[in-house]
Structures are given as C-alpha cells and as structure tokens.
T-cell receptor
Framework: GAVVSQHPSWVICKSGTSVKIECRSL??????MFWYRQFPKQSLMLMAT?????????EQGVEKDKFLINHASLTLSTLTVTSAHPEDSSFYIC?????????FGSGTRLTVV | GNSVTQMEGPVTLSEEAFLTINCTYT??????LFWYVQYPGEGLQLLLK?????DKGSNKGFEATYRKETTSFHLEKGSVQVSDSAVYFC????????????FGAGTQVVVTP
C-alpha cells in the first residue's frame, strides 16, 4: 500500500531556531500533500496545501512566513518552522491523497524550549 | 462551511462491549466520509470510508453507513478489544481523492480488560 514517510518523528529545538520536517511518498507520486497541526487532546487542523512546483496554499490564520512549505518534487514536501517559539510546540503531520483515501505520515512532535 | 461533529469522549468500555461513536456533518456538496484511528504516539490510519449515500464502510470489525438523510456516519463495532483503545476521528472531504480533510474533534476510546 501507499506509504508516506515523515522525519523526524520528534525534535526538540531552542527558541529562535528553525526546524525542517520532511514528508516523502515512498511508492507513489504526490502532486498534492497536506500539512496538519494537532494540539494536545485536540483535532487536526489543516495548515496548508502543498502543490508540487508551485506555492503552497495556506489556511486562514496560518502565517506563511513562519511555516515555510516547499514541494520541490513529486515525492517530497518539507515544512520549515522558522524562528520557532514555545507556542509552536505541537504535533505536525502530513498526508498525501490517493484514490482510495489519504495516507498520513507518522507525524513529528516538535518541542520548542 | 463544512463541519464535522463527534460525540465527546472519553468513552470507557469493557472488553467485548458494543461501541458506537456518533458523527454528524454539514456540507454544501456530496462529501466523502472517513473514519481515522490514532493509536497512542502514532499518526493517523484510515479505518474505513464511504463515498456516497447508503455506502457502508467496514474494516477490522468496524462499520459505518453514510446516511444522507440524517447527515450521519456513526462508527460501530460489535465487540471491542483492549487493542481498540485509541482516538477515533470522523472526517469529510468534498472530493473523493484530492480534497482537504475536515476533521471532527476526535473521540478517545478506552477499553478495559
């Protein structure tokens, strides 16, 4: 079946630094990937839609300059959290659409200290 | 806009009990409906889906029927196991394959021996 690999699975960074999260589709090409954020004990909220070769589409309220998304190839999308602050600590998860549903990565738990 | 409403948790059950998690939705078009499961510390896994009215999705003993007249997609399992302890998310997408997912708040299910 379709596999989406997300790395790292967890990361701790200092406030003010940047963190890059990778999302790869291993056995299929994904022209579109989605990035979600999940706060503790809450649901997933869509942050942005990542389209290969073009600019990402951000949901209302998501800072595009803070959450940089790059989708340079059909198998790789990256999310960079720039100048991270403690309030950015969250669970970030990507997904890629397939005809039979959406395959999610395993998620990245970001802790900013 | 679209929305998904799930019953609040946590839901605590004994092993072999019957499980129902209610899910209702509002949508402007004809969405596809999904149930995802998230085990502790992991990403999301697709549990089942239904793409049109009266479709029944089923997997691992879980079932849900797309009811357009009541705009519902309730999840049921006849006999739960301890391994079913997880958070369950109801979700919808306006398009079958490439649309964005709108998630419900999630329902935590705890199954005790």
């Amino acid at each position: 079946g379709a596999v989406v690999s997300q790395h790292p699975s967890w990361v701790i960074c200092k406030s003010g630094t940047s963190v890059k999260i990778e999302c790869r589709s291993l056995d299929f090409q994904a022209t579109t990937m989605f990035w979600y954020r999940q706060f503790p004990k809450q649901s997933l909220m869509l942050m942005a839609t990542s389209n290969e070769g073009s600019k990402a589409t951000y949901e209302q309220g998501v800072e595009k300059d803070k959450f940089l998304i790059n989708h340079a190839s059909l198998t790789l999308s990256t999310l960079t959290v720039t100048s991270a602050h403690p309030e950015d600590s969250s669970f970030y998860i990507c997904s890629a659409g397939q005809s039979y549903g959406y395959t999610f990565g395993s998620g990245t738990r970001l802790t900013v200290v | 806009g679209n929305s998904v409403t799930q019953m609040e948790g946590p839901v605590t059950l004994s092993e072999e009990a019957f499980l129902t998690i209610n899910c209702t939705y509002t949508a402007t078009g004809y969405p596809s409906l999904f149930w995802y499961v998230q085990y502790p510390g992991e990403g999301l896994q697709l549990l089942l889906k239904a793409t049109k009215a009266d479709d029944k999705g089923s997997n691992k003993g879980f079932e849900a029927t797309y009811r357009k007249e009541t705009t519902s997609f309730h999840l049921e399992k006849g006999s739960v196991q301890v391994s079913d302890s997880a958070v369950y998310f109801c979700a919808l997408s306006e398009t079958d394959s490439w649309g964005k997912l709108q998630f419900g708040a999630g329902t935590q299910v705890v199954v005790t021996p």
